[in-house]
C-alpha cells in the first residue's frame, strides 16, 4: 500500500525564504506548496487543506496571526498544525502567535535539524488526534446505537407477538424479543446463535430465496402460516408477517409471528362439526280430511 506524503504549505511573501524551506523539507520526503500573501493561503487551504503550515508573521496585507486565527476558528481546518517562522524572539510575539492558534515556531535564520524535528513531531501529533478524534465518533456512534437497540429491546419486549431480526448476508438472528423465547423455549442467547431455517420446516437455501423475492417485491411485506419448532421438539401453529428494511449493505427482514393454535384448533372443531352434524328430520305429513 502506497503511503501519501505529507503536504506542507509555505507562506512567506519573500521568494528566498519559501525556497529555501521547500530545499530544506525535500530530504524527508515531504511534498510542499508555496502562497506569498495570507490572503492566498486561505484561498489554498480551502482547495485543498494541507496536513501542516508553515507560517510567517510579517507579511503584507494579512498577517500571520489573523491567517492563524482565521483557521482555527474555522472547524474544517481547525487541527492543521500551524508552525510560525519568525524573526522576532520577543515573547510578546509568542504569546501573540500562541494566542491566534500557533502550535509551535522557529526562528529565522531556519535550521534544518531543528525544522525536521519540530515538522515530525507536529505531524505525529496531528495523526494521533485524527486517529483519537475518530475513535471517540466511533465511540459515540457505539453508545448511541446502544442506547437505541436497548430501548428498541424494552419496545419489543412490551409486544404480545413474537419479533425476530434476521440479517439477510448471515441469515441469523440479530435480535429476538422476550416473547419469542417463551413461544419457542429458548434463551436468547440461544436464539441469537440461530438462524430461521432451524425453527421451520425449510432449508436456508429457500428462505433466502423467499427473502429474495421479499426484498424485490413492491412493498418489501409477505404474510403466511406456517410451524415452528420448539426447543423441546413440539410445533406451534403461527402467522408469520415479515418485512424487508434496508440496513447499509445489508438487509434486515423484520419477522413479526403470532401464536394462532387456538384459533386452527377453533377452525378445526368447527370442520369437524359441519361433517359430522345429525342430518335435519324430513317434515311429517299431515293427512288431509
Known sequence: MTVRAPTILIVDDEAQNRRLLAVLLRPEGYQTSSAISGEEALAAIDASAPDLILLDITM????????????????????????????HMERTARLAGLDAGAEDFLTKPVDRAELWLRVRKLLRLKAFGDVRDEGLDLEQQVLARTVDLQRFRTAMDATADAIMLVSRNSMRFMEVNETACSLLGYERRQLLDMGPAELIDASNAKLERQYDALIAGPANRDQQETAMVRKDGSTVQVEVNSQALRSGSDWTIVVVVRDITERKEAQMRLTHLAHHAAPDRPAQSHAVL
Request: aromatic share 4%; hydrophobic share 50%.
Open 60 to 87: 503584507p496585507g494579512m498577517d500571520g496571526y489573523q491567517v492563524a486565527s482565521i483557521l482555527k476558528a474555522n472547524q474544517a481546518t481547525a487541527n492543521i498544525p500551524i508552525i510560525m517562522v519568525t524573526a
